[in-house]
């Protein structure tokens, strides 16, 4: 059973940043307003991810790293209707295969924070009393301890520089969706990046990529009845000068479906498509734009599950959407593809 329990986890907890991202959704669950996100060694070492939440009541300790448990649903219908990040009860446990893992949580009604060390199955091995504030805090000590070939992968210095962009790409991901979140990366003790918590989601792209990537974007919104699709948004200007902030790869396009960051590479595409389109003559201009596109369709249009880690999602009227996307793009970059 240990080596069915390491398999399916290892399956589900592919890489370092999906550790993050998993630790970050349930912070995100929980309503932090708050999230630290504190690493050592390339999250190789130690993952620890600190927030504000409601925490976890003592009764939901017992079982929050039991594989399949989670609070956050009761019937096949609330798939439906999904409005948190995390469902399927799998992250915890799986976490809990191949690293060592321990939770200190407090709720509002608890008087003092409690610390759990878990061992490989998700089951409480020790519990003592804490000193932390309400909320959660997840370690995740040495990662992929048990898979040393994974563990190897992940130490070369390309590899961790590779995994570091990526979470930085992600915490910029849900501070551009969260604009009222507060976010701190901290790498081996040193604040490598902060954002304060602001109105909206134009503050949070500043805070987020500068005053000068965002002086040329400009705030879009698309509604779309049967079948119901809301696009809204900050792309280039048409004709602005934008070339330092545009790049040769996808990471500043940012994508939600329904508050979820996603890679779409069909709606990356199509975005880049009509940008570049008014620099025709000029290959050098043929990049991805900064831009953010949030995607709202009724939660039982999309299917979440298509990868463990959520980021690419099956949508129920893609055509429909595309469709929706390249009327709005020609309205605003005025080319139309044959
Ligand atoms: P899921 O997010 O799919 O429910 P997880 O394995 O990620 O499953 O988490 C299991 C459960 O542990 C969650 O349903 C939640 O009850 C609890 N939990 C985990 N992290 C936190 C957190 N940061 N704050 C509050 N509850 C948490
Ligand atoms: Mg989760």
């Known amino acids: 059973p240990d080596t069915v329990r390491l398999l399916s986890s290892s399956q589900v907890i592919t890489s370092v940043v999906n550790v993050v991202k998993e630790l970050m959704e349930n912070s995100l669950d929980?309503?932090?307003?708050?999230?630290?996100?504190?690493?050592?060694?390339?999250?190789?070492?130690?993952?620890?991810?600190?927030?504000?939440?409601?925490?976890?009541?003592?009764?939901?300790?017992?079982?929050?790293?039991?594989?399949?448990?989670?609070?956050?649903?009761?019937?096949?219908?609330?798939?439906?209707?999904?409005?948190?990040?995390?469902?399927?009860?799998e992250a915890l446990g799986s976490i809990c295969a191949v690293a060592e893992v321990s939770v200190i949580t407090k709720t509002e009604e608890d008087d003092i924070s409690t610390q759990y060390?878990?061992?490989?199955?998700?089951e409480i091995v020790s519990q003592k009393p804490s000193h932390l504030g309400?909320?959660?805090?997840?370690?995740?000590?040495?990662?992929?301890?048990?898979?040393?070939?994974?563990?190897?992968?992940?130490?070369?210095?390309?590899?961790?520089?590779?995994?570091?962009?990526?979470?930085?790409?992600?915490?910029?991901a849900y501070a551009i969706i969260k604009p009222?979140?507060?976010?701190?990366?901290?790498?081996?003790?040193?604040?490598?990046?902060?954002?304060?918590?602001?109105?909206?989601?134009?503050?949070?792209?500043?805070?987020?990529?500068?005053?000068?990537?965002?002086?040329?974007?400009?705030?879009?919104?698309?509604?779309?009845?049967?079948?119901?699709?809301?696009?809204?948004?900050?792309?280039?200007k048409?004709?602005?000068?934008?070339?330092?902030?545009?790049?040769?790869?996808?990471?500043?396009?940012?994508?939600?479906?329904?508050?979820?960051?996603?890679?779409?590479?069909d709606v990356t595409k199509l975005l880049r498509q009509h940008y570049t389109a008014q620099y025709r003559d000029d290959p050098a201009r043929n990049r991805y734009p900064t831009a953010m596109l949030k995607i709202t369709v009724p939660p039982s249009s999309v299917d979440v599950n298509l990868t463990p880690d959520k980021t690419q999602v099956l949508l129920h009227n893609k055509e429909a959407l595309l469709t929706a996307l390249e009327v709005f793009l020609v309205s605003l970059y005025g080319y139309r593809p044959n």
């Open 180 to 236: 009222d979140l507060r976010l701190t990366l901290i790498h081996n003790k040193v604040v490598v990046w902060q954002k304060a918590k602001v109105a909206d989601h134009r503050s949070a792209l500043l805070a987020t990529l500068g005053a000068s990537a965002v002086a040329n974007l400009l705030p879009c919104h698309h509604h779309q009845e049967q079948p119901e699709i809301v696009l809204d948004g900050f792309f280039p």
């Open 134 to 172: 309400q909320g959660t805090t997840v370690s995740v000590l040495k990662l992929f301890k048990n898979l040393p070939v994974r563990r190897q992968y992940y130490s070369s210095t390309k590899k961790c520089k590779e995994e570091l962009k990526k979470m930085q790409d992600l915490l910029m």
């Open 238 to 265: 048409p004709g602005a000068d934008y070339s330092s902030t545009s790049s040769s790869n996808p990471d500043k396009t940012f994508i939600f479906v329904n508050n979820r960051p996603v890679h779409q590479k």
């Open 30 to 89: 929980a309503g932090a307003s708050s999230m630290t996100l504190d690493i050592e060694n390339y999250g190789l070492d130690r993952i620890e991810v600190r927030d504000n939440g409601h925490g976890i009541k003592a009764e939901d300790t017992r079982v929050m790293a039991v594989t399949h448990f989670t609070s956050k649903i009761c019937s096949h219908e609330d798939l439906e209707r999904l409005e948190t990040y995390g469902f399927r009860g």
């Open 117 to 122: 060390t878990l061992d490989f199955t998700g």
